[in-house]
């Protein structure tokens, strides 16, 4: 088993990566948790294969309610964040209670920021299911739901008391969903780790990525850890875990979150801030070949789609990385090393 620590002035916290790790997930939680009542929440694709799995190892000593929502980024909503409320508040959750987000970023999300707000605090665990979540969005307590006019504009930091990753889960992902979380894995290597970019590279199939995959995750997840501890907060060099996702919220929001998933649209977002940063001679030459290689090797979309540019610079304009008349863009000087640029948001077309 790896094990990760994440140490933060008012909270620390585990992250388990093992394999069969869900197996004896009513065990590990009695290590933590000693009351009876839990909420599940998760959504119907997994319930669908797991949802029996896990109430059978919790079953002999919890009292548990599922709570499944629609898959896709439209549960991240305000309606749906109000059934969730109720349902929890009919269960009689009270804040010596445990809540666990059991599923992908979007449950993750929702159930973090549900925990965050409900009765001012509940604990929670995250056991994300999809890659995507166990590299990235089940760690560092960002926790949000989206409004009409963009993605994650409601959210706090509230962070999990421990975070179970189990890659076997992964067996069982839509190939689709596969290479969504590569998205978020090439943005490790592209901002902090060029051998782990290299490594992803050289695997000839599937079966020699899985092979790799707990450590994959696991250094995923140390960058990440070694980021949060940094800057809880989100103001300075945390916002490099951006790279791609200003443009690609966008893209995403552009087509009502139905036409490419969030790796997909970051994918977008990273080759196109990188094709105008190596034009501008910001970065060098050779990066953007590098990631359009590894984008085509891992079937991610690279291209910008047709967009009115000026919904674009207005969706821009709300982004949470923005101060004042400023806006941080994160940039690459090469393959493993980013840095952020602030520059004038009247400035940004000069960027997409």
Do not use: W
């Not at 009502?256 to 998933?261: A, D, H, L, P």
């Amino acid at each position: 088993m790896h094990t990760l620590n994440i140490n933060l002035p008012q909270k620390n916290y585990p992250i388990y990566i093992e394999k069969g790790l869900m197996n004896n997930i009513g065990e590990e939680l009695k290590k933590i948790y000693k009351n009876k009542k839990i909420a599940v929440i998760t959504d119907a694709n997994v319930e669908k294969i797991y949802g029996q799995k896990i109430r059978d190892n919790l079953k002999n000593d919890f009292e548990v309610k599922m709570i499944v929502l629609e898959p896709g980024e439209k549960s991240k909503s305000i309606d749906v964040l109000q059934n969730v409320y109720d349902e929890l508040l009919d269960f009689k959750i009270t804040r010596a209670d445990l809540i666990i987000a059991f599923g992908g970023g979007v449950v993750g999300d929702l159930t973090g920021f549900v925990s965050s707000t409900l009765l001012r605090g509940i604990p929670f665990v995250q056991i994300p299911t999809s890659l995507l979540a166990q590299i990235d969005s089940s760690v560092g307590g960002k926790v949000a739901v989206n409004l009409p006019k963009g993605k994650n504009l409601i959210g706090s930091f509230y962070h999990p008391e421990a975070v179970y990753i189990d890659p076997e889960l992964l067996n069982t992902l839509d190939k689709r969903f596969l290479y969504d979380g590569m998205a978020e894995v090439i943005k490790y290597g592209c901002i902090r780790d060029e051998n782990l970019f290299q490594n992803l590279l050289e695997y000839n199939s599937n079966k020699e990525l899985f092979d790799s995959i707990e450590e994959i995750i696991y250094r995923c997840c140390k960058i990440k850890k070694n980021i949060v501890e940094s800057d809880e907060k989100d103001t300075g060099e945390r916002m490099i875990l951006n790279f791609g996702h200003t443009l690609g919220h966008t893209v995403e929001k552009h087509f009502k979150y139905e036409k490419y998933t969030h790796g997909e649209a970051v994918a977008i977002g990273m080759y196109h801030i990188t094709k105008k940063s190596e034009n501008m001679g910001i970065t060098q030459k050779g990066t953007l070949d590098k990631i359009k290689k590894i984008l085509i090797k891992y079937k991610l979309p690279y291209e910008l789609p047709n967009m009115n540019k000026k919904e674009v610079i207005e969706t821009i304009n709300l982004d949470k990385k923005n101060k004042g008349n400023d806006i941080n863009i994160i940039l690459l000087k090469r393959i493993g090393d980013s840095f952020l640029k602030k520059i004038d948001r009247k400035d940004m077309n000069m960027y997409i």
